[in-house]
């Protein structure tokens, strides 16, 4: 059974950067794509960035240019590096295994404002 621990989130001013981590535990991380979700306040949980086994990323429009999905797969961690963040990029965030089914962590709370 597949754990994921989300961390590094918290209160930045706008402009500012943040780390987020996620670590996973019950799976042979390796293998598996990895993705960030994010749900801020009355809206749907949305995907914002994923990565593949060989590193190959993708990210969600808003997003492109600003923030950084990597993986540590000796760590078994999924990194997302944020940076020029925006009151908009208020949410928590999720890390998420796609190919299992309702593979969620507890999120981390990330709060943009001045």
């Known amino acids: 059974q597949v754990q994921l621990v989300e961390s590094g989130g918290g209160l930045v001013q706008p402009g500012g950067s943040l780390r987020l981590s996620c670590a996973a535990s019950?799976?042979?991380?390796?293998?598996?794509?990895m993705a960030w979700y994010r749900q801020a306040p009355g809206k749907q949980r949305e995907l914002v960035a994923t990565?593949?086994?060989?590193?190959?990323?993708n990210y969600e429009n808003s997003v492109k240019g600003r923030f950084t999905i990597s993986r540590d797969n000796a760590k078994n961690t999924v990194f997302l590096q944020m940076n020029s963040l925006s009151p908009e990029d208020t949410a928590v965030y999720y890390c998420?295994?796609?190919?299992?089914?309702?593979?969620w962590g507890q999120g981390t709370q990330v709060t943009v404002s001045s």
């Open positions: 990565i593949g086994t060989r590193g190959n990323t």
């Open positions: 998420n295994v796609p190919s299992i089914r309702d593979s």
């Open positions: 019950g799976i042979i991380f390796r293998i598996y794509n």
